[in-house]
Structures are given as structure tokens and as C-alpha cells.
């Protein structure tokens, strides 16, 4: 069945710096990748929408400048954590889909600022 | 706008015992609906679908019905292990096409042997 892979699959990093994390879809083309945030024993919360080659589009609340999404082909989207603060740490999901297929998901990428 | 609301776990049953995890939806049009797992430390998994009304979906043992009159999803299995111990999420996809999942809260599954 469809693979997703995101990575890094945990990381721990200073407050300040950036942090970027990345899905493939390892075995379609994800015309659309979803960056999703999930807190401890919560549901998930959509960030953002990406399609290839065009900007994302970003659910309320959810700064732009903040968290960069990049979707520059059709097997690859990146998530980018700019200038992290600990209130960042979270655990990072990203899903993709195709036309035809319904949203898969990667294992998620748990992220620590100290 | 588009909702889902599960029942609040955390659902404790034993070894083998039936399993029903309620779903219920709120969606203009005709929603796509989803049943995802997630088992600790994962991403989630699509455990099943179904796309429109009377279908029923069916994985490793798991059923659920689309049930258009309740507006209900309901997550049924006969006879739980204790491998099936994970957090389950209810989700629709609605008739946009934008490809978007709303949530359910989820619900925490413990199977205990």
C-alpha cells in the first residue's frame, strides 16, 4: 500500500533555532500534502494545506511566517519550524494524498525545544 | 461547519470481548467517512472507509456502517486482542473534494489480556 515517510522522527533542538521536517510519499504522487499538529491525548489539528507548486493554505491561527511549508514536487513537502520556543514542542504529522487515494499519513515527528 | 464527535474514552475491555466505538457526524452534502488507529509513538493508519450511505467498511476484523439516517459511523468488532490497544480516530472528508479530514477527539482503546 502507499508508503509515507517523515523525518526526522524525533528531535530535540535549542530554542531560537529552525527546524525542518520532511514527508515523501514514497510510492504515488501526493498532488496535496496536510501538515497536521497534535498535542498529548488530543485529536489532530489541521496546520495547513499543500499543494504542489503553489503556496499553502493556512488554517486560522496558524502563523504563516512561523511554520514554512514548501511542496516543490510531487513526492516531497517540507515543514519548516522557524526561531522554535519551547510552546513549539509538539508531535508533527504529515499526511499525503493523490486523487484517488484517500490521506496516508507518516509516523510523525516529535519535536522538543528546551 | 463540518464536525465529528466520538465517545470519550478510554475504553477498557478484556481479551475477546465485543467492541463499539460511536461516531456521530455533522456534514452538509454527503461526507466521506474515515476510521484511522493510531498506536503510540505513530503516525495514523487508515483502518477503514466507506463513501457513501449503507456502505460498510471492513478491516482486520473492524466494521463500521455508514449510516446516513443517524448520521452515524459507528466502529464495531467482534472480538478484540490485545494487539488492538491504540487510540481510534473518526474522520469525514466532506463533499468539497479539498481532500481535508475533520477529527473526532479519538478514543483510547485498552484491550487487557
Known amino acids: 500500500g502507499a508508503v509515507v515517510s517523515q523525518h526526522p522522527s524525533w528531535v530535540i533542538c535549542k530554542s531560537g533555532t529552525s527546524v525542518k521536517i520532511e514527508c515523501r510519499s514514497l510510492d504515488f504522487q501526493a498532488t496535496t500534502m496536510f501538515w497536521y499538529r497534535q498535542f498529548p491525548k488530543q485529536s489532530l489539528m489541521l496546520m495547513a494545506t499543500?499543494?504542489?507548486?503553489?503556496?499553502?493554505?493556512?488554517e486560522q491561527g496558524v502563523e504563516k511566517d512561523k511554520f514554512l511549508i514548501n511542496h516543490a514536487s510531487l513526492t516531497l513537502s517540507t515543514l519548516t519550524v522557524t526561531s522554535a520556543h519551547p510552546e513549539d514542542s509538539s508531535f508533527y504529522i504529515c499526511s499525503a494524498r493523490d486523487a484517488v487515494q484517500p490521506q496516508h499519513f507518516g509516523d510523525g515527528t516529535r519535536l522538543s525545544i528546551l | 461547519g463540518d464536525s465529528v464527535t466520538q465517545m470519550e474514552g478510554p475504553v477498557t475491555l478484556s481479551e475477546e470481548a465485543f467492541l463499539t466505538i460511536n461516531c456521530t457526524y455533522t456534514a452538509t452534502g454527503y461526507p466521506s467517512l474515515f476510521w484511522y488507529v493510531q498506536y503510540p509513538g505513530e503516525g495514523l493508519q487508515l483502518l477503514l472507509k466507506a463513501t457513501k450511505a449503507d456502505d460498510k467498511g471492513s478491516n482486520k476484523g473492524f466494521e463500521a456502517t455508514y449510516r446516513k439516517e443517524t448520521t452515524s459511523f459507528h466502529l464495531e468488532k467482534g472480538s478484540v486482542q490485545v494487539s488492538d490497544s491504540a487510540v481510534y480516530f473518526c474522520a469525514l472528508s466532506g463533499s468539497s473534494n479539498t481532500g481535508k479530514l475533520i477529527f473526532g477527539q479519538g478514543t483510547t482503546l485498552q484491550v487487557k489480556p
Open positions: 499543500s499543494n504542489e507548486g503553489s503556496k499553502a493554505t493556512y
